[in-house]
């Protein structure tokens, strides 16, 4: 049979804005050029002719299947389409090596998950095909659709829609295929030799910044995981590496998918939980305003700088992801607030927000999820994990990274 790919884009995805949108459609055209190499179809609609049932009835197909996203609101539509459908639907989990229901429940943390993974790392571990359709789409006649070369976000508001134009493109990354490949090329050609020792170091060139094409199934982790195990750097390295991007981010969607409270306080540990609820009284250092916090204008200089180049870059470094989260504790009213508000500012400014790492990250941050009660007792941490300016900013050259992020003088 013949096989089409359908993508619908919506103006009102929860919490995405300008810069998430402009970053998946930048990578269409490659998307749409590579599947007509393999003699497949793209149809690409949007808003409001953005829905698949009708494509459904257009095409009449003997199969539909779809890619796996534990996100609520995600999961929910795929609930309502099966529920409408009179073929089998089948769903495929691209967005992890080893598939999650093979991890029967929510795991404590990394060190319960690796065993469960590396067992299983030779199965799924492995080179996939990519075959050409046996019949080539289209049919006759072609269903209609957008250009994937066009001008996608014209016309799509704010008025009529609920388009989010407050948060602007960064310059930085490109969204798509092809420029991912390019960044996971260097990565392994200038940065893989060292990443053990320099990926916590802030100031330096060492992370390989794939999360935002990670997050958009722009590059799987199958294909990165297999290029970095392959190659030349030293073992330390590449081991490093493929802890992060398998065990601590499969840990991250095992978490989502195991919690339904995984974006609330309510869904972190019951010890961090009780521990935050007995210092909820305690004096804070000082309340800030949400706009202020967005502004980078807290009283410490390092979050500033972490501020900023989320704000301004799309992206934050991930050492300083939980040292920016963790403070947020000392600058609002209540861990619940400090939680919400890490949520929204990550989903809104990241490139790879509203996604599992993010909310875990957050959740091992504030409410000690995949972590234990530390001790002794501070002021409104309690039992989680502390981290200061003193003893973070000793571990790298913070000022250097305090300069790179510095307020820019107005042109």
Not at 40 to 59: I, K, N, S, T, W
Not at 145 to 167: H, I, K, N, Q
Not at 306 to 323: D, F, I, K
């Amino acid at each position: 049979r013949p096989v089409v790919v359908f993508l619908g884009l919506v103006p009102f995805y929860p919490r995405a804005n300008w810069r998430h949108y402009q970053f998946l459609v930048e990578g269409l055209p490659v998307l749409a050029e590579r599947l007509a190499r393999r003699g497949v179809g793209f149809v690409l609609r949007r808003y409001p002719d953005h829905r698949l049932l009708p494509l459904v009835a257009e095409v009449r197909p003997c199969l539909l299947v779809g890619d796996e996203n534990p996100l609520r609101e995600t999961e929910t539509w795929r609930e309502h389409v099966a529920a409408q459908l009179a073929v089998p639907f089948f769903t495929v989990d691209a967005d992890v090596v080893v598939p999650t229901a093979l991890i029967s429940r929510e795991q404590f943390a990394a060190r319960t998950l690796r065993p469960r993974i590396h067992r299983l790392l030779p199965t799924y571990l492995v080179p996939g095909k990519e075959p050409v359709a046996r019949r080539r789409w289209p049919p006759a006649p072609a269903l209609p659709g957008l250009d994937p070369r066009g001008d996608l976000l014209a016309g799509w508001g704010p008025e009529g829609t609920r388009f989010d134009r407050s948060v602007a493109p960064v310059a930085g990354f490109r969204g798509g295929a092809a420029e991912g490949e390019a960044l996971l090329e260097r990565f392994i050609r200038e940065r893989l030799d060292g990443y053990h020792h320099r990926r916590n170091r802030p100031e330096l060139p060492g992370t390989s910044q794939l999360s935002p094409y990670l997050h958009f199934g722009q590059l799987g982790p199958r294909q990165v995981a297999l290029a970095v195990g392959g190659a030349e750097a030293p073992a330390a390295d590449r081991e490093a590496f493929l802890e992060e991007l398998i065990v601590r981010r499969e840990l991250a969607v095992n978490y989502v998918v195991h919690n339904p409270n995984y974006d609330r306080l309510a869904g972190c540990e019951a010890w961090a939980r009780r521990s935050l609820a007995e210092h909820a009284r305690d004096p804070r250092l000082a309340l800030l305003s949400e706009e202020r916090l967005e502004a980078g204008e807290s009283p410490d200089p390092l979050w500033n700088a972490a501020q900023r180049q989320m704000v301004e870059t799309g992206w934050m470094h991930g050492y300083l992801r939980m040292y920016w989260a963790k403070r947020l504790l000392e600058w609002t009213a209540s861990p619940e607030e400090a939680f919400d508000l890490a949520v929204r500012m990550n989903d809104r400014y990241e490139l790879d927000g509203r996604d599992p790492n993010g909310y875990a990250g957050i959740a091992w941050a504030i409410g000690g999820k995949h972590d234990r009660a530390w001790g002794p007792e501070r002021p409104i941490f309690g039992k989680v994990r502390y981290m200061s300016y003193a003893s973070t900013s000793r571990k790298f050259d913070a000022a250097s990274y305090i300069e790179a992020h510095a307020p820019r003088a107005p042109s």
